[in-house]
């Protein structure tokens, strides 16, 4: 296991008589892509605030690569980077001018270490260019860039993808899995786009109601109790026979897909399923089990049908 980046301990978060945070602990290890994902209202951007000090937490302590966000605030903030959507930029100055406007407010950064991001967030082109030229996916690139300046552990990213198109948000993707694997950074992500946070992040984190839901890696293997139904795709022939077995057997209503069968069942159940009909002289060439999605689990855990 990597180092700690992050570390959240009982975090609480109450403004008047509102609960909005209750209890929150759960630890970010250096590159790791870790999202952050929960129905809107259930405490994200309250947790982000309070990660990049802009929010006291009424109780609890994030700890930042060992250093406490309340008794050493200087310390432990100095490895956070940190964009909130669309990053503000200067339109009439250019990437550069921009990025060297930022290195200026923190002692240290040099034009090898401008560059060093530039690079890293594939700028190099457009850099000279004017920012009010540049695509929202350039902006969002320049805006890490700029987040990284001063070489944080950690990047905390809030809606990073948002208002881009499927191109720039395959950019920004690339850039943040090459962040976390070759920089060592812990990149976190606030998002509400589920497809996405698949595909980016190793671990998510499920928030509802202020609280801790369940944390799980993206790619780790769902428990058979966990999964109501799942897809099954059967190449089979004669296609029609399996289909007619399926139905009057087991009462399924399977789909034709070109010469593919599909339709849902306990995984369980699986083995028995394709036995019947091998023994009722059904050819099997293939059989798929379609994984459960990031949505899928996502709805089990918070009980709602409800994204954002």
């Known amino acids: 296991m990597s180092e700690a980046a992050m570390e959240l301990i009982n975090l609480e978060k109450k403004i008047g008589k509102k609960h909005i945070i209750k209890d929150l602990s759960f630890t970010i290890h250096k590159g790791e892509v870790f999202g952050l994902i929960g129905p809107n209202g259930a405490g994200k951007t309250t947790t982000i605030r309070m990660m990049?000090?802009?929010?006291?937490?009424?109780?609890?302590?994030?700890?930042?690569?060992?250093?406490?966000?309340?008794?050493?605030?200087?310390?432990?903030?100095?490895?956070?980077?940190?964009?909130?959507?669309?990053?503000?930029?200067?339109?009439?100055?250019?990437?550069?001018?921009?990025?060297?406007?930022?290195?200026?407010?923190?002692?240290?950064?040099?034009?090898?270490?401008?560059?060093?991001?530039?690079?890293?967030?594939?700028?190099?082109?457009p850099i000279n260019e004017k920012v009010k030229k540049y695509s929202l996916g350039m902006r969002q690139r320049l805006g890490i860039a700029q987040a990284l300046l001063h070489s944080p552990s950690i990047l905390i990213l809030d809606e990073p993808t948002n208002g881009l198109d499927p191109?720039?948000?395959?950019?920004?993707?690339?850039?943040?899995?090459?962040?976390?694997?070759?920089?060592?950074?812990?990149?976190?992500?606030?998002?509400?786009?589920?497809?996405?946070?698949?595909?980016?992040?190793?671990?998510?984190?499920?928030?509802?109601?202020?609280?801790?839901?369940?944390?799980q890696e993206v790619n780790e293997p769902v428990e058979t109790e966990q999964v109501k139904l799942i897809e099954v795709n059967l190449e089979a022939e004669p296609i029609e026979k399996a289909a007619s077995i399926l139905r009057?057997?087991?009462?399924?209503?399977?789909?034709?897909?070109?010469?593919?069968?599909?339709?849902?069942?306990?995984?369980?159940?699986?083995?028995?399923?394709?036995?019947?009909?091998?023994?009722?002289?059904?050819?099997?060439?293939?059989?798929?089990?379609?994984?459960?999605?990031?949505?899928?689990?996502?709805?089990d855990l918070i009980g709602e049908n409800i994204i954002e």
């Open 167 to 215: 191109a720039g948000i395959r950019e920004i993707r690339q850039y943040i899995r090459n962040l976390a694997e070759k920089e060592n950074v812990a990149v976190i992500i606030s998002s509400h786009l589920l497809s996405e946070i698949e595909l980016m992040c190793d671990k998510i984190g499920v928030i509802k109601n202020g609280q801790l839901v369940a944390i």
């Open 52 to 125: 990049v000090g802009l929010m006291k937490p009424t109780d609890g302590d994030i700890h930042i690569l060992g250093n406490s966000i309340k008794s050493n605030f200087k310390e432990a903030i100095r490895e956070v980077g940190a964009i909130v959507e669309n990053p503000e930029m200067y339109p009439f100055m250019t990437g550069w001018q921009n990025l060297m406007h930022y290195a200026r407010m923190t002692p240290g950064i040099t034009k090898e270490r401008i560059k060093e991001v530039i690079k890293l967030v594939g700028l190099e082109k």
């Open 248 to 299: 009057n057997k087991y009462e399924f209503k399977p789909e034709h897909k070109g010469n593919i069968l599909s339709f849902e069942t306990d995984r369980k159940d699986v083995p028995s399923i394709i036995k019947k009909l091998v023994e009722q002289d059904i050819l099997i060439y293939q059989v798929n089990v379609t994984k459960t999605k990031l949505e899928d689990k996502f709805f």
